[in-house]
Antibody, heavy 119, light 108 residues
Framework: EVQLVESGGGLIQPGGSLRLSCAAS????????MSWVRQAPGKGLEWVSI???????YYADSVKGRFTISRDSSKNTLFLQMNSLRAEDTAVYYC?????????????WGQGTLVTVSS | DIQMTQSPSSLSASVGDRVTITCRAS??????LNWYQQKPGKAPKLLIY???SLQSGVPSTFSGSGSGTDFTLTISSLQPEDFATYYC??????????FGGGTKVEIK
């Protein structure tokens, strides 16, 4: 059974930094395309970042230059380093596997971790 | 970037109703379209991939159709557990991966 468990969320002041973790079991993070998707309170889903199995990384324009996605193979864990946080980054952050098939899709999701950026 | 537009943004329906949700892409995406269901406080769940393929374990009351720019998600007979928000997502030109704005299905 695949499980993705996020942690690291919390209340942080504007301009601060936070690192989110997503511990995986039942799948190998480094062998998969892994992504972060966020959802602001009462809003829709917004893709944030993705890391390919080969190591390439991509970001939404809204977080480019401030967020960094990475992984640790020894811990089978995905990370999202978030710097220069803004109020508009307040959201539940989900990690998800982006399954590679004829048509790619998100098939496994974590339960999410809430990040609140406020003074 | 490809923009995804869903309509309606919300709808009210009764148990047993047939419900149709539309998703339109800003350019042709062939059948590179997925649908997700999200219940309050929960992570999204994959329902349909490649426009019309039913994910394992999803009831056959759900179906998807379309190609190019216009897609539909149909619930043939709405059940109490189907009241949720539904999102489409394109995987034709990525990154960025883009979602539609969502359609909230509420009880009438």
């Amino acid at each position: 059974e695949v499980q993705l468990v996020e942690s690291g969320g919390g209340l942080i002041q504007p301009g601060g930094s936070l690192r989110l973790s997503c511990a995986a079991s039942g799948l190998t993070v480094s062998s998969n395309y892994m992504s972060w998707v966020r959802q602001a309170p009462g809003k829709g889903l917004e893709w944030v970042s993705i890391i390919y199995s080969g190591g390439s990384t991509y970001y939404a324009d809204s977080v480019k230059g401030r967020f960094t996605i990475s992984r640790d193979s020894s811990k089978n864990t995905l990370f999202l380093q978030m710097n220069s946080l803004r109020a508009e980054d307040t959201a539940v952050y989900y990690c998800a596997r982006y399954y590679q098939a004829y048509v790619d899709y998100f098939d496994y999701w974590g339960q999410g971790t809430l990040v609140t950026v406020s003074s | 970037d490809i923009q995804m537009t869903q309509s309606p943004s919300s709808l009210s329906a009764s148990v047993g109703d047939r419900v149709t949700i539309t998703c339109r892409a800003s350019q042709s995406i062939s059948n590179y379209l997925n649908w997700y269901q999200q219940k309050p406080g929960k992570a999204p769940k994959l329902l349909i991939y490649a426009a019309s393929s039913l994910q394992s374990g999803v009831p056959s009351t759900f179906s998807g159709s379309g190609s190019g720019t216009d897609f539909t998600l149909t619930i043939s007979s709405l059940q109490p557990e189907d009241f949720a928000t539904y999102y489409c997502q394109q995987s034709y030109s990525t990154p960025p991966l883009t979602f539609g704005g969502g359609t909230k299905v509420e009880i009438k």
